[in-house]
């Protein structure tokens, strides 16, 4: 039998600055109580165990399908459940897209909250081959045309269409031979 209670545990997470009303605490208690005495508990601890533990095979036996073919044989291996159960089975699987609705944001929301936040900032105007070829030049105006640092680092500017300072921080980020670094 699939029952589908992560959405009743959710309910309780999605606004955790308001409390609960007594009432409706003993009503969901009340509730379980109901379901885990259809289910022959006579205490809350086994019978919320039992649900887990009764999910999460479910999951595992429809990981392991993967496809409507290998659902088919594993169900195919089941015993046939009364009327009841064939109700509360389809049931849960015709509810099964209403209730993924309202699950997907809030996996998404916790999904995104693991993820790094971007970046910020404005983004860089010379991209890492632009970062290459400004580094060459400079070395090249330097060596070639004997100017000195700042006359090579305005001409790249000006050829470049961007600040001095730009290719300034380019020239301080470049990587130097392993054997200058020591």
């Known amino acids: 039998m699939v029952l589908y209670a992560p959405e009743l545990f959710r ?19 009340h509730a379980y109580d109901e ?6 508990f006579e205490d809350f601890a086994p019978g919320i165990r039992y649900i887990c533990s009764e999910m999460e095979t479910h999951l595992k036996k429809l990981r392991q399908g993967r ?3 290998g659902v088919e044989a594993i169900l195919m291996k ?10 509360a089975i389809l049931e849960a699987i015709r509810l099964l897209p209403y209730q993924l609705r309202k ?7 916790e999904i995104s909250q693991k993820l790094p936040r971007p970046p910020g900032g404005r983004p860089g105007s010379l991209t890492p081959e632009d970062h290459k070829h400004v580094c060459r030049e400079i070395g090249r105006l ?15 500017a000006q050829q470049k269409g961007v600040s ?16 200058l670094r020591e």
Do not use: Y
Request: hydrophobic share 35%.
């Open 11 to 29: 309910w309780f997470w999605r606004h955790p600055w308001e409390k609960m009303k007594k009432e409706t605490c003993n009503r969901i208690l």
């Open 35 to 40: 379901i885990f005495a259809l289910l022959g």
């Open 67 to 69: 496809s409507r073919s």
């Open 78 to 87: 089941e015993p046939e459940p009364d009327s009841e159960k064939q109700k």
């Open 103 to 109: 699950a997907v944001p809030q996996i998404a929301k």
């Open 142 to 156: 330097m060596g070639d045309d004997g100017l000195s640092l700042p006359d090579a680092e305005m001409r790249v």
């Open 164 to 179: 001095v300072r730009t290719i300034q921080r380019s020239w301080q980020r470049r990587s130097r031979p392993t054997s």
